[in-house]
């Protein structure tokens, strides 16, 4: 065992998240200018932790056939690749199963919060010394990359501290097993709960007994529903899956999730690029490309070749924008899949003829069964259909069963809540009169003088819930990113012993989930944003969420609500918050109607 491995087997031991890992390897990154104390060992033992993820992960290791450190490289793969005998910013490389290979440069850095520069840290070695490879990885602990290396889309990819912050006890137990053992610690898979059971029963039934090739799971958000839709796939035995979701970070979500929770191993392939990113969206939750994990395609013929090799089970994950991509590979072959697993079904509902609308033509994507999920099924409007005319044939109703199936299984909130799945909610719409401010702002005489009244009173109107309700993590809602930003802000001025944060969807996945895990390691804190936290996220610590302007969409109340109903232990109840500002000649109760 060489050094490197002996300090981080110790180190390792006993830790079971990455934030216990990070103080002890820092120990060895010390650059002192008073003493001139230097040791750089700490980048070498995370080079070998690296190896180990790689090998180990459940979101990796079926990934690749060989894991190398750069000395451990067989000669002739250096020959393949050009890498020559020294290290000039290639520290591993793998090789999948295509017998494609990556090269990785690994960063480790001791302030997490920094972001690595292409020059600086000598990214743009990686790129420049392996010109054979096809693909590129940078390995990190930092929370981002600097603007240049962004720009390496379609053969980079970035691990960065929120991949570390997701490796779960089970992998950290298993590479301590393997460092000191050599033997792996065999995976604990979920059992469904007895709702899952009910539902992936019913779904499937309506399947093959019932002959049905499409239908709906409506599941309220927090119930489960990803791994349902795994545990449905492996009940029908399927071998070709497309999985279908709307965003990049949703597409990365599921793929880890899956990949952690599979009874069978599967070879997958993303379908994405860039330009799925929804930039039309107020503050949209911003994935990219560089973040997956993994390689993405949005070339047919690469999609065509992989529908076409011979794996025992293949899925592919795509965002819809990137579903003209699968229809044309698909239509120069015959091929059908066999299961197609429809996320956030209702963004394929209303009018017009799109890339989300292309899922529902069997022509197109020949699938046996469609299975669309959602917590929030949209209807149109029959006020909207006498409007349509000719149009009518491109709106997509969910009431429609010749489009969306069936409901095969329906949980409701209500359900979840009396079933002890979700918590309870209490919605408390605080008044805050002008005169109980003027008594709160003569308290705290270094208030800004230009903040104005009504922005006082939404920072006021939340600590009091907090306070009353003993809440300790909330979640607030707001119209803009600035106004977030601005909310959080003034807020960590006026209670102090809150800590405060804001995120929007342009910040890293690393950078926002290193946020969102310092908000739940939090006593108290809050965490503000425009929309970009209404999906997907699963932070249980989330005990209130806070509208401070009035939201128009139904679709996004309920998604965001669903954040404050997740359980922990000692959670009784979620607080849905909506304050009202009122002067004393005001009556509250008028108010309350027009305000939220």
């Known amino acids: 065992m060489t050094e490197y491995k002996k300090i981080l087997t110790e180190l390792i031991k006993d830790k079971e998240t990455w934030r216990e890992l990070k103080p002890e390897l820092s120990k060895y990154n010390v650059h002192s200018t008073e003493t001139a104390e230097k040791d750089t060992r700490a980048g070498k033992i995370f080079e070998v932790f690296t190896k180990l993820y790689f090998l180990i ?13 750069f000395e451990e490289t067989p000669l002739e793969v250096r020959n393949k690749l050009n890498l020559g005998n020294q290290d000039y910013g290639v520290d591993l490389v793998l090789q999948d199963i295509e017998d494609q290979y990556f090269v990785v440069q690994c960063k480790y850095k001791n302030d997490e919060s920094s972001k690595l520069n292409w020059s600086a840290d000598k990214i743009a070695n990686l790129f420049a010394f392996c010109p054979n490879a096809n693909g590129y990885i940078v390995f990190s602990n930092a929370v981002d990359l600097d603007n240049v290396s962004k720009t390496r889309h379609d053969n980079f990819t970035f691990y960065g501290v929120a991949n570390l912050n997701e490796i779960q006890k089970e992998t950290f137990n298993s590479i301590y097993s393997f ?22 029963h019913e779904c499937t039934q309506w399947f093959t007994e019932g002959e049905e090739p499409r239908g709906q799971l409506i599941l309220p958000c927090g119930a489960g529903k990803t791994f349902t839709a795994l545990w449905i796939k492996e ?17 990365r979500q599921i793929k880890n999730e899956w990949s952690k929770q599979r009874k069978n191993i599967y070879q997958y392939l993303c ?7 929804d930039k039309d969206t107020t503050d949209t939750l911003v994935t990219h490309t560089y973040e997956i994990d993994t390689r993405v395609t949005t070339d047919s013929e690469h999609v065509k070749s992989f529908l076409l090799k011979p794996f025992e089970e293949k899925v592919i994950f795509s965002t819809y924008h990137s579903l003209p991509v699968i229809a044309n590979a698909i239509k120069e072959i ?4 066999d299961f197609v697993f429809c996320d956030e079904a209702h963004k394929t509902a209303g009018v017009g003829n799109n890339k989300f609308s292309l899922i529902h033509n069997n022509n197109r994507i020949p699938s046996k069964y469609r299975l669309y999920a959602t917590a929030t ?4 409007k029959e006020s909207l259909k006498k409007k349509l005319g000719d149009d009518l044939k491109y709106a997509y109703d969910m009431n429609d069963p010749d489009t969306f199936g069936y409901e095969f299984h329906r949980m409701t909130f209500k359900d979840a809540i009396e079933e002890d799945i979700l918590v ?11 005169d109980e401010l003027k008594e709160y702002i003569e308290q705290r005489r270094f208030i800004d003088k230009n903040i104005s009244i009504d922005e006082l009173a939404n920072n006021y109107a939340l600590e009091h819930v907090m306070q009353k309700y003993n809440a300790n993590h909330g979640l607030t809602f707001h119209s803009r990113v600035k106004l977030a930003q601005e909310f959080a802000n003034r807020h960590g001025q006026l209670f102090p012993n809150t800590k405060t944060f804001s995120v929007s969807g342009e ?18 804190a809050i965490v503000s944003n425009a929309r970009c936290l209404t999906e997907g996220v699963d932070v249980p610590t989330i005990d209130l969420v806070y509208f401070c302007d009035p939201k128009n969409s139904k679709v996004d109340i309920v998604q965001a609500v669903g954040r404050a109903l997740r359980k922990k232990e000692g959670k009784k109840l979620g607080l849905i918050v909506v304050p009202i500002y009122h002067s004393q000649k005001d009556g509250i109760t008028n108010l309350v109607g027009t305000q939220s």
């Not at 992960?57 to 450190?69: R, Y």
């Not at 015959?334 to 899949?337: I, M, N, V």
């Not at 910040?507 to 108290?524: A, C, G, I, M, P």
């Open 271 to 277: 379908v994405c690029s860039e330009t799925d990113i």
């Open 179 to 200: 460092l000191a053992q050599n033997q792996l610690i065999e995976r604990k898979l979920y059992d469904p709960l007895p709702h899952q059971e009910i539902a992936i």
């Open 235 to 251: 009940k029908l035995q399927s071998k070709n899956t497309l999985v279908l979701v709307p965003s990049l970070a949703l597409l």
């Open 57 to 69: 992960s459940p979101t990796e290791k079926d990934n690749f056939k060989n894991v190398w450190l």
């Open 507 to 524: 910040q890293s996945t690393s950078y926002r989930n290193l946020v969102l895990e310092e908000f739940k390691n939090s006593e108290k």
């Open 334 to 337: 015959s091929f059908e899949f």
């Open 377 to 380: 099924p949209r209807i149109v």
């Open 424 to 434: 309870d909610y209490k919605i408390v719409a605080i008044g805050v009169n002008s």
